[in-house]
């Protein structure tokens, strides 16, 4: 663990009288969730689920359940899960002890978890109990030419809806058993990623809402929780005023926000960004530091329109800018109130919130900060 003690804490807790926007964390293993709060965040910003299943037995679950043949077979493979997903978020909950934690609904584009290599198609085989033909034929058909455009955020949750009541239900569970632990109420915010439609996020409410009643039923526990959803496709930004009807939070995916209003591949861009800096067409990788020019005015339209819907609606911000200083600095102006990043740029964050607060000159007398 790394000594956040003398000089750095005086310097931290003087940007923190500072700044008015939060600080939290991506985050999904404990270790990175103690690592984030040891650096000062103040929440969880965003667990992305899928992450919590590229190993061991999980991993196998997760195809098992992608490459069910039917619902019953998906059901069976997501109660595999459910144990381990609760557990899970317990433990990010415990972590957290109170502060905010975003948890977000599966958003894997299907390939990340499809058998590939040819031993695995094997051991995938053996596994299911399925001959090898038959499981290509199975894993062909979920291919995509654009995999990352494709079958994934809730556009999965409406396919396979009991993939939502599984996760819902684990959240709630989960929350329930921390606050009994901690002894603080935990509020879960359930975040609905790759929204374009208001409709999309209706439908995966009502699932959530409809496991909701039932958990507080067999507990006789009252939940209390949030729902959201990421800003991350240029429909859901120019649509934010209707989409807030329905959303407690929103929080931009400036990843995908990124890759769809340039049309460049998050994955491919590494080819010739360097190319398009260097030569002088771009100042910065837009997917390091936020295009504040196209992605920015859309972010500021979207901040805009939620905010005439829901004035208190609590916006933040959880892609990978999100640590980045300059766009930090924007975020801020653009009247976020957080912005989430990986636990170890959680204090340039913070005095990067900071400093944009002080050049935004609005200190005042005794040094505290005002929204
Ligand atoms: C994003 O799109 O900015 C985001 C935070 O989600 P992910 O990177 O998981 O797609
Ligand atoms: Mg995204």
């Keep these: 663990r790394p000594s956040l003690d003398g000089d750095f804490a005086t310097l931290m807790e003087f940007a923190d009288r500072a700044r008015h926007m939060k600080v939290r964390t991506n985050a999904e293993t404990p270790s990175e969730a103690r690592a984030a709060r040891d650096f000062g965040a103040e929440g969880i910003g965003l ?17 098992e359940m992608i490459l069910a043949s039917d619902e019953k077979g998906r059901r069976a493979a997501l109660d595999k899960l459910l144990p381990m997903q609760r557990a899970d978020f317990v433990e990010l909950f415990e972590i957290m002890a109170g502060l905010p934690v975003t948890i977000r609904l599966l958003d894997p584009p299907l ?19 399925l001959d090898i033909a038959t499981l290509r034929q199975r894993v062909e058909a979920l291919q995509e030419f654009n995999p ?3 079958h994934r955020g809730c556009r999965l949750a409406i396919s396979y809806p009991e993939i939502v009541e599984i996760q819902s239900r684990a959240i709630f569970e989960a929350a329930i058993e921390a606050g009994r632990t901690t002894g603080k109420a935990v509020i879960p915010e359930i975040m609905v990623p790759l929204v374009s439609l208001r409709r999309e996020l209706d439908f995966v409410k009502a699932r959530i809402e409809a496991v909701a009643a039932e958990v507080t039923r067999e507990s006789d526990i009252r939940i209390d929780f949030l729902i959201g959803t990421m800003i991350e496709l240029p429909r859901a930004a120019v649509r934010a005023d209707t989409i807030a009807e329905a ?123 005002r929204r």
């Design 47 to 63: 667990t992305r689920t899928e992450h919590m299943f590229f190993e061991g037995d999980r991993v196998r679950a997760m195809r």
């Design 148 to 150: 990352m455009l494709g």
């Design 247 to 369: 959303a407690d939070f929103f929080s931009f995916g400036t990843n995908d926000l990124t890759q769809t209003v340039f049309g460049i591949s998050r994955d491919d861009a590494g080819t010739f960004l360097s190319t398009y800096v260097r030569e002088g067409i771009i100042e910065r990788d837009p997917f390091q530091s936020v295009d504040v020019e196209g992605v920015g005015e859309l972010i500021q339209i979207a901040v805009e329109k939620a905010r005439r819907t829901k004035p208190h609606i609590e916006l933040g911000v959880c892609g990978e800018q999100g640590g980045d200083p300059a766009s930090i600095a924007f975020f801020a102006e653009a009247g976020l109130d957080y912005v989430s990043c990986s636990p170890f740029r959680v204090p340039i964050a913070r005095l990067a919130a900071a400093q944009a607060a002080i050049r935004e000159g609005r200190i005042l007398r005794g040094g505290r900060a």
């Design 111 to 129: 390939h990340e978890f499809l058998p590939q290599a040819e031993h695995d198609l094997e051991e995938t085989a053996e596994f299911l109990g």
